[in-house]
């Protein structure tokens, strides 16, 4: 059954703002996405009033999620500072699950990090991320599972990059995430991975125009109304760079460590740097750096030339006393396996990529042992 704008609207008439105003008629609502039985949409009001609009963000997600034909229902509470108001008024107001920036807090308020709290059946989460983005790292990602797979771990891989997930096309997956009893949404099995991504409920060209509240609210329903099973291990594919979505699933679950992707060129470099300081002001464990695209072997002549320098994230390992995870090419067969939607670790699983993210993956989970052992 094909669920309409129109129908969203009719539902959240019915849904009282503060003011006792109908919220279709209280100029607060961005604009309703629907598509294939998702809704999108996100409440925006001011910020001093944003405790008060909680509860009608929690009765119009409700609304909508009654309507016959939607399966998913992503509603976000946007709460702006106006002109003048102090700057200790809240910037935003989160979901229900979400959370505050580390800079909002205040002295003797509780610590954003007591709000985490682990996901049931999963020993532990990780996240896979970078300082920029087209270094390789949702690929990286990707082939790390398969790694962790091959080594005999039930692995789940999470696309968290709202803005641009690539999940999709690197598995080769176009179906839809199916809802069980408890309208929980049931991740997709491909190569022996527990696979969501935010590009199983958009389409691949949908512009994702979201405010950061929004991108939180995503994330954390993907995180929590996923029915992920028993799991060894949570490959989190992170958006680049140390925003909202880093914050936030720092803060929702105790993340037992960050694999930070790198290229050799000094300009990563830096970048990863960022992101390697920020996993550590949040006490997330760095689990080690990787060097993609280290160097190019021709496969005509075997001449190995080093494209983007080399070298140059396991110096910057050393200096920053975390651990090397390992180098990996930049080869042609890496690409081609990624477009086709057949990653390499399974493609070629022999060959010598694949033998790359199996000691990759090794490296990991040697120092996340511990955790697996004690869930």
Known sequence: MSVTQQQVLDSLTQVASPRGVPLTNANVLSAISVTDGKVFFSINVDAAEARAWESVRAQAEAAVRAIPGVTTAMIALTAERKPGTPQAAPAAHRHSHGVQPASAHRPGAASPMSRQADIPGVAAVIAVASGK??????????????????????????????????????????????????????????????????????????????????????????????????????????????????????????????????????????????????????????????????????????????????GGARHEAERLGVPFLGEIPLHMSIRTTSDEGNPVVVSEPDGPHAAIYRAIGSRVRDQLQGAIAAA
């Open 133 to 310: 983005g087209g270094v390789g790292k949702s690929t990286t990602a990707l082939n790390l599972a398969l790694g962790l797979r091959d080594l005999g771990l039930r692995v789940g891989l999470l696309d968290a990059d709202i803005y641009g997930p690539s999940v999709p096309r690197l598995t080769g997956i176009n179906e839809k995430p199916q809802l069980d009893d408890n309208r929980k949404m049931i991740p997709i099995k491909c190569f022996g991975l527990s696979i969501m991504s935010i590009g199983f409920l958009v389409e691949e060209d949908t512009a994702m125009i979201w405010r950061g509240p929004m991108v939180m609210s995503a994330i954390t329903q993907m995180l929590r109304d996923v029915a992920w099973g028993t799991l060894d291990i949570l490959v989190v594919d992170m958006p680049p760079g140390t925003g909202d979505a880093q914050l936030t699933l720092a803060q929702n679950v105790p993340l037992k460590g960050a694999v930070i992707i790198s290229t050799p060129q000094d300009l990563s470099l830096i970048d990863a740097r960022r992101g390697l300081a920020m996993f550590k002001k949040v006490n997330v464990p760095v689990l080690g750096i990787v060097e993609n695209m280290s160097y190019f072997q021709c496969p005509e002549c075997g001449t190995r030339s080093d494209i983007f320098g080399h």
